[in-house]
Each structure stands twice: as structure tokens, then as C-alpha cells.
């Protein structure tokens, strides 16, 4: 069982940058693979970034070079370091793990946050 609680969301401007921490109940939180998304409000959930167990990292174009995803296994967090933010990336961002190492879809989930909001203004 991995309780999940997203922090760091916010109002900023574009251009600026904003720091999302996940952080994990459990003592098993080493061997999950971490999951962000964000649904924009009208908008299908969609795939930010993953960073496997074993250490690789995947993102989608749209993040590509301005995010980074990161954890720390000791402290039971994962990070996603958004910078050059936009108002396209506007929307509530949850994080999520599985132990599925190659599927990352939304339905492959095994657990979720319940979401932070960041804020893209122009």
C-alpha cells in the first residue's frame, strides 16, 4: 500500500519555473516505478514523465528539455523541476506508481495523488 500526496503547485508567470514534489508512504517505495501526469481542465489526462526503479527517465515532447523528473529514494519523493513554464502546461498535475515498468498509461496506475494545481499566466 503507497499513499501519495502531490506539493508545489501555484500561480506563476510564463517563463518561470516551479518545483512538484511527490511524496510516498511505505517502505517499499524504492521498487515503484513514479508516474507524472496532468489533466487540463476539459482536456484527457495526459503523460508528463516517468522515472523508473532502476533509474531511467522518459518524457513526453512537450516537456522535453524544460522539465526534469527526479527522486530521492531515502526521503520517499519524487520531483518534477518544470522550468521555462507555459500556459499550455496549465493544468492540475498528479503523480502515480506502478510496478509496471513499461506501460505507462493511466489505467496501469496502482496508486495516485490527489493533485496539484499550477498555473500558467501570460
Not at 26 to 41: E, H, I, K
Amino acid at each position: 500500500q503507497v499513499q501519495l500526496v502531490e506539493s508545489g503547485g501555484g500561480l506563476v508567470q510564463a517563463g518561470d519555473s516551479l518545483r512538484l514534489s511527490c511524496a510516498a508512504s511505505g517502505r517499499t517505495f524504492s521498487s515503484y516505478n513514479m508516474v507524472w501526469f496532468r489533466q487540463a481542465p476539459g482536456k484527457e489526462r495526459e503523460f508528463v514523465a516517468s522515472f523508473r526503479a532502476s533509474g531511467g527517465t522518459t518524457y513526453a515532447d512537450s516537456v522535453k528539455g524544460r522539465f526534469t523528473i527526479s527522486r530521492d529514494n531515502a526521503k520517499n519523493t519524487v520531483y518534477l523541476q518544470m522550468n521555462s513554464l507555459k500556459p499550455e502546461d496549465t493544468a492540475v498535475y498528479n503523480c502515480a506508481a506502478t510496478r509496471s515498468v513499461n506501460i505507462v498509461t493511466p489505467m496501469a496506475m496502482d496508486y495516485w495523488g490527489k493533485g496539484t494545481l499550477v498555473t500558467v499566466s501570460s
